[in-house]
């Protein structure tokens, strides 16, 4: 590994690249250090230590949020109107023919995607300033801290925006899960600390103390195995391609195959779920409604518990036990979103075409609306089972917490984006250095 990357530095291209994306993510974690002006921290530090939404919040924040620094927002805002955007070009016509354009049609979709992004910000922004406000946790409530602290959001999310771009132009892999990767694993020593701290130093005996040391550490690795198992799992549908006579020779006839990555989607599917069942639990929290359980409760109070994941697997009564329906919610949405994303990434008709105009054919098969009927029937069979494996591997974490406490940042969600993104990166390298015949990461 170590040989790998000394020779991955010793070409300028790539060296230049990796060093740009270094520079990238300091600037991004120097950013999370800075605080939002005219915020009372004394204050705000009470009142978002009671927010239990905040662990997968943190983790892909990097704690900008809980710190309330200028990249609180992160780049949630952007994933947001990625989702708005998506479900828009499926609804109207006019965004669907644009996007088939090529590669004119995804840059206005793109900078459709950065309005609608700024847009978002500036909203979210607005309502944490004046729930900030109207909770008392301003130095001075007035017009201008509003304003101040609403441009100080907005600005910052549109500043990782941009630099997750231009780490995607001028770096290496995708810009926007290299930033979630670096805040996800800034947070993983403190996190690991605490649970040592909670359950192995704390424990009453020596026995007990070994126990669940061996148990963290077993899951944490069990986890990360399953899930790089899950990320590589493929499944080869075989292509032949017909000889045809160049000249005098005959050419062609090989045997191909087209890979289908049983997870599809990756990670979005259980960040897409998860966005969108937490943002409005935070957007009440900070206008002053709480997720409530009771008689005393309204209606609007209880449906804000049932989306709370803190509330999830307590069975400790009949009454706590009932809002584990949000986690029934939960798994729904991760399976919807694995297959809407997936239609709107992989296209079976379009690939049919191309075998046909290229004289591929899967052996069986006709060429044309068979063979993409045939691909549809092979997709949707492997994203139900990746979308299952995405979800156990969103549930443990959410598992252990609910009947054990164990509330932590890095759970299956954040282990899928590390990884992933990971390997992704790696492959990127590893497929630069082949260019000029250097033996990559992969094979070492």
């Known amino acids: ?35 939002i002006p005219g915020i009372d921290r004394s204050k705000i530090s009470d009142f978002l230590s009671q927010i239990t939404q905040l662990s997968f919040l943190n983790a892909i924040t990097g704690g900008s949020f ?38 004119d049609g995804r840059k206005k979709i793109a900078a459709a995607t950065r309005y609608v992004t700024v847009g978002l910000a500036l909203i979210e922004s607005v309502a944490m300033a004046i729930g900030f406000g109207r909770s008392g946790y301003l130095e001075n409530y007035s017009v201008l801290s509003i304003i101040v602290i609403t441009l100080t959001l907005t600005a910052g999310s549109a500043f990782l925006m941009w630099i997750g771009e231009k780490i995607t132009d001028r770096g290496v892999g995708n810009g926007i899960s290299i930033i979630l990767l670096v805040n996800i694993v800034s947070r993983m020593p403190s996190d690991v600390i605490n649970l040592f701290k909670t359950y192995v130093i704390g424990g009453t005996t020596v026995i007990n103390k070994v126990i669940a040391a061996i148990m963290i550490v077993g899951i944490i690795v069990a986890l990360t195995i399953y899930i790089i198992v899950l990320n590589d799992a493929i499944r080869k549908i075989p292509v ?34 998860s966005s969108i069942l937490q943002t409005p639990i935070i957007i009440c929290r900070f ?6 359980s009771g008689a005393g409760a309204t209606l609007g109070e209880k449906i804000l518990k049932v989306l709370n994941q803190g509330a999830w697997c307590n069975f400790s009564s009949l009454g706590e036990a009932k809002y584990t329906l949000g986690l029934v919610l939960y798994v729904i949405m991760i399976i919807f979103f694995a297959y809407f994303y997936t239609s709107i990434t992989f296209n079976p008709l379009e690939i049919a075409n191309n075998m046909k105009k290229s004289g591929g054919f899967i052996p069986g098969i006709r060429p044309g609306r068979p063979t993409s009927d045939y691909l549809t029937k092979v997709l949707n069979s492997i994203i139900f089972i990746g979308a299952c494996g995405l979800t156990v591997a969103a549930l443990i974490p959410i598992i252990c917490a609910g009947v054990f406490g164990a509330d932590v940042s890095f759970g299956g969600t954040s282990l899928i984006i590390v990884v992933g993104v990971i390997l992704e ?12 015949h250097y033996k990559g990461f992969l094979n070492d």
Do not use: H, W
């Open 66 to 103: 809980e710190q309330l620094s200028i990249f609180a927002l992160s780049i949630t805002p952007y994933i947001t109107s990625s989702i708005i955007m998506q479900l828009l070009t499926i609804a109207i016509p006019r965004l669907e023919e644009i996007q088939k354009e090529g590669e």
């Open 240 to 273: 032949q391609y017909a000889q045809k006579l160049q000249g005098r020779r005959l050419v062609g006839g090989s045997g191909s195959s087209i890979p289908l990555k049983v997870n599809t989607g990756g990670v979005m599917p259980i960040i897409f779920a």
């Open 1 to 35: 590994m170590i040989k790998a990357i000394r020779n991955a530095l010793k070409v300028k291209d790539i060296r230049e690249r990796i060093l740009f994306t270094l520079l990238c993510l300091a600037v991004v974690r120097l950013g999370s250090q800075l605080p």
């Open 425 to 436: 990166t790696m492959k990127q390298i590893e497929s630069m250095m082949l260019e000029r």
């Open 287 to 292: 206008l002053g409604i709480q997720p409530k």
